[in-house]
């Protein structure tokens, strides 16, 4: 990263009823050496802003999370060797990524799982993205807050010099904190002077109609598809038919639309839904709970396929996510190759189906394509 993308411009206190400068470095005396500067390797701008904030944020538990290579929980592990950061991760593919790295000190810990250890932490330390998910933010920055103890402290670092959503949000947990403005972000913290007094639920149900069942959803913030079912999984639970009998996979499940959806067509039907965000395993399951139906319908994280036996599904769904460069897409593809039995098939939906004109007729035999809702189903057999 270069100097000047990561040079403090200002610092600024926030309170309920003013902005005030708040000093928080005092200037050397004459002659004294300049403070030794903190060696950062490379990081992310906001673990970068959260690296240069150590010394403001006192203790020995941190709690945070990555939006790289977790260099903030490390740097924390390097400088305080007597203490601990445990770092969540809400992808699992990201997950066995920084479990695979080499050198993390002893003493940061990685969790993929639906929510924040009910540990209590010194500082909680997050790194925000502008384009990230408000809801999911507002729940991150509020266990965080949470799990703090009092006189611990919460810090929010995010990519957008020009905020105004983050600090807002802290508004709602505390009313003061304070900030440091740099050319391409901010960071804000806050000491935790008294605990929350109520808890805010981002949680949801929905319920909705497929064909004769009413089907009752659970979904959590960043789970695809929150609050509302995906016009893709309508798409394809309108076109499909699933016969008495079948074993259906469910790849990328979210919160379960479709697999809660395909196990409610037949008493006999049999369902796994794998994700790999630990919340959507969290939400299939209680959904599968609500409508009757766990002991047809199992749930699995994964990010790569590993968990789902070969050659044992007669059906395959699935609603690839778009980013990646079709990476995930072709481990998709891969693992319904690998689940289907012969002549078992694939249905996929998608917005984007170009890539797949090219890629399916490599793997798959019979490809059709049809429109719905906007969307591309795609129709492929196993050879």
């Not at 802003?49 to 924390?76: E, S, Y």
């Not at 909705?208 to 069942?213: H, P, V």
């Not at 599904?313 to 012969?342: C, G, H, W």
């Not at 890539?355 to 050879?383: E, M, V």
Request: aromatic fraction near 8%; charged fraction near 25%.
């Amino acid at each position: 990263m270069a100097e000047d993308e990561s040079e403090l411009i200002d610092e600024e206190h926030f309170d309920a009823e003013e902005i005030a400068v708040d000093e928080l470095e005092e200037e050397p005396a004459d002659g004294a050496p300049e403070p030794t500067k903190l060696h950062i390797p490379w990081a992310p701008l906001q673990e970068h802003l959260l690296i240069q904030l150590l010394d403001h944020l006192p203790g020995k538990r941190l709690l945070c999370n990555t939006v790289g290579k977790a260099r903030f929980a490390q740097i924390w592990g390097l400088q305080r060797l007597d203490g601990e950061a445990v770092c969540l991760v809400r992808d699992h593919f990201h997950y066995l990524n920084l479990k695979a790295l080499p050198n993390v000190p002893a003493n940061v810990k990685f969790l993929c799982q639906t929510d924040a250890p009910t540990d209590e932490f010194d500082v909680a330390g997050f790194a925000l993205s502008r384009t990230g998910e408000g809801e999911f933010t507002r729940d991150l920055m509020q266990q965080g807050f949470d799990r703090v103890k009092v006189g611990g402290r919460l810090a929010v670092a995010v990519d957008n010099p020009n905020d105004h959503w983050v600090a807002e949000e802290i508004r709602k947990l505390t009313k003061d904190f304070s900030r440091k403005k740099a050319k391409r972000g901010v960071v804000y913290w806050a000491v935790k002077n008294q605990p929350l007094k109520k808890l805010k639920n981002f949680d949801s149900d929905v319920v909705f109609r497929d064909g004769a069942n009413l089907v009752k959803l659970f979904t959590r913030p960043s789970v695809f598809s929150h609050r509302r079912l995906d016009l893709g999984a309508r798409a394809l639970l309108e076109t499909v038919t699933i016969p008495s009998g079948a074993r259906v996979l469910d790849l990328g499940a979210g919160s379960g639309a479709v697999a809660l959806s395909a196990a409610m067509r037949h008493p006999d039907v049999t369902v796994l839904a794998v994700d790999s965000n630990p919340r959507a395993v969290q939400c299939v399951r209680r959904g599968a709970e609500a409508n009757g139906i766990a002991d047809r319908v199992r749930a699995a994280l994964d990010s790569d396929g590993a968990s789902v036996p070969r050659a044992s599904f007669d059906l395959v769904f699935t609603n690839p996510p778009y980013y990646s460069q079709n990476r995930i897409s072709e481990i998709f593809l891969q693992t319904a190759l690998k689940a289907l039995i012969p002549g078992g098939w694939l249905y996929l939906v998608t917005k984007r189906p170009d890539w797949y004109f090219d890629r399916l007729p490599h793997l798959f035999r019979d490809i059709t394509p049809i429109q719905q809702r906007g969307y591309t189903l795609f129709s492929a057999q196993k050879r």
